[in-house]
């Protein structure tokens, strides 16, 4: 492992002691280098601000419990966002969907509920609207690929606003709403519910797209709209 890695790594799990010890809104830079024995200098070399390593530490979990339930060449680490800093990090799959899905959410899951009070503080902190823009936008590009996949079959496909959107559906619907509800509520999830949770969220989405597809077959035009003038009033 490279000496930058290492000292991240460290960083990171100092950080987590912080904040399992104080509010995370009491943990400032400051704390976390006096704790580390290093400088502000060493410290803004590798990440930006608190929040950047607030990030940061959730792929580091992330990570460690993926590459649990994944052989190394079934991850994926490129999230696909331009300025993602922390891309040498999994955060998905490849392959069937079908299949991995379960494997994938049982991780997730599992990463969110090993570190619940971490993800509460912060959850209850400012960074928390960066964490959240910063997962969904990471998570979006894959859910895409899902749904890409699902369309590869079809005669017909959406346009780009349309496929937007269904991401965006789906990604709030499954990887943010794990965390949400893990956090708020310390859901425990048995390996029984999150196959479930990922069963469904597959047949969900087969089900759009398999609606979806027969409706773009229908070229039935829609009446053109009534002008003002005549329009009937109501008394």
């Given at each position: 492992m490279a000496r930058a890695d290492i000292t991240k790594r460290y960083i990171s799990d100092v950080f987590l002691e912080l904040v399992d010890d104080m509010p995370y809104g009491d943990v400032t830079v400051q704390h976390i280098v006096e704790r580390c024995d290093i400088?502000?200098?060493t410290f803004y070399y590798h990440f930006s601000n608190r929040a950047d390593l607030a990030m940061y530490t959730f792929r580091r979990l992330l990570a460690q419990t993926l590459r649990k339930y994944f052989l190394p060449e079934e991850l994926v680490y490129d999230s696909g966002v331009t300025d993602d800093?922390?891309?040498?990090?999994?955060?998905?799959?490849?392959?069937d969907f079908d299949?991995?899905?379960?494997?994938?959410?049982?991780?997730?899951s599992l990463c969110i509920g090993e570190q619940t009070v971490f993800f509460r503080k912060l959850f209850s902190s400012v960074d928390w609207e960066s964490f959240s823009r910063y997962v969904f936008a990471v998570y979006k590009p894959q859910l895409r690929r899902d749904l890409e996949m699902l369309f590869e079959s079809k005669?017909?496909?959406p346009d780009e606003d349309v496929m937007s959107y269904l991401a965006t559906y789906f990604t709030n619907l499954s990887v943010v709403w794990i965390i949400n509800r893990r956090i708020m509520r310390n859901m425990e999830f048995r390996d029984e519910v999150t196959d479930i949770l990922a069963c469904t969220?597959?047949?969900?989405?087969?089900?759009?797209?398999?609606?979806?597809s027969a409706r773009l077959d229908v070229t039935d035009e829609f009446p053109a709209a009534i002008s003002r003038d005549k329009?009937?009033?109501i008394r």
């Open positions: 400088s502000r200098k800093k922390f891309r040498n990090l999994p955060l998905y799959y490849v392959g299949l991995e899905g379960r494997r994938f959410f049982r991780a997730f005669p017909n496909r969220i597959h047949d969900a989405m087969r089900g759009v797209v398999d609606s979806l329009t009937p009033h």
